[in-house]
């Protein structure tokens, strides 16, 4: 609440109660996407959940694939955000997937309906249309995709890594890593506590840096 107000100390009192009720909307909308899917969640459902009427959420967005998008847009803006201070910190490509991967078991144990909607994302058609249409998903792409080449290309300069196809790295990659979590988390016991979680979903990523790069056989 603290980071809330200081980055909208600007706005009016006003403002920032309609922002509040924006951001409420959003992660009701979030959990229920999560959930129950994009084509299973009905706006009456993000309405009753969040305790405001319909009509109300016309106020803030116009349609349930509105707020659909500006969610997911919140979340990849916010990892390009993370991908390019991690990209500038890094000297080395397996630095830079240790740190991303650091990056992205916090955002797995932490923000779990965000991740289930990135998981159901890869599948559900409808809501594929949707978002393929986002600018800010669109700039997220190029802007990513170049990030990662760029270090890559730069391992292969400073022979650290073999001779690959980038493209490929960065689609083995991206398919890797959250289906993977996704398994270790399902694989556990309900009744197991988060940090235990946590510290499977860390243990997981170290496996997944020192495959790629160490891989498994015996040298």
Known sequence: MLIFLEKNKNLTRKERERLLKRFEILDVAANLF???GF????LEDIAEASEFGKGTLYNYFENKEDIYVEI????????????????????TL??????LIDYLVEFV????SAFLMLLRLR?????????????VIKNYRIEATKIFKSKINLAIK?????????????????????PYFHSILIMKNKSRS?????????????FIVATLFNGISKR
């Open 194 to 206: 988060v940090l235990q979680t946590k510290k499977d979903l860390v243990e997981a990523g170290n």
């Open 109 to 112: 144990a932490v923000d779990r």
């Open 72 to 91: 997911i847009n919140r979340i990849t803006d916010d990892y390009l955000s993370e991908l390019k201070k991690i990209s500038t910190k890094s000297k």
């Open 34 to 36: 999560a959930t129950k």
């Open 39 to 42: 084509d299973g969640t009905k």
């Open 94 to 99: 397996c630095e830079f997937i240790s740190q």
């Open 123 to 135: 599948t559900e058609m409808n809501a594929i249309e949707k978002v393929r249409k986002s600018k």
């Open 158 to 178: 400073n022979k650290e890594i073999e001779k690959i196809n980038p493209d490929h790295f960065v689609i083995l990659f991206r398919n890797l890593t959250f």
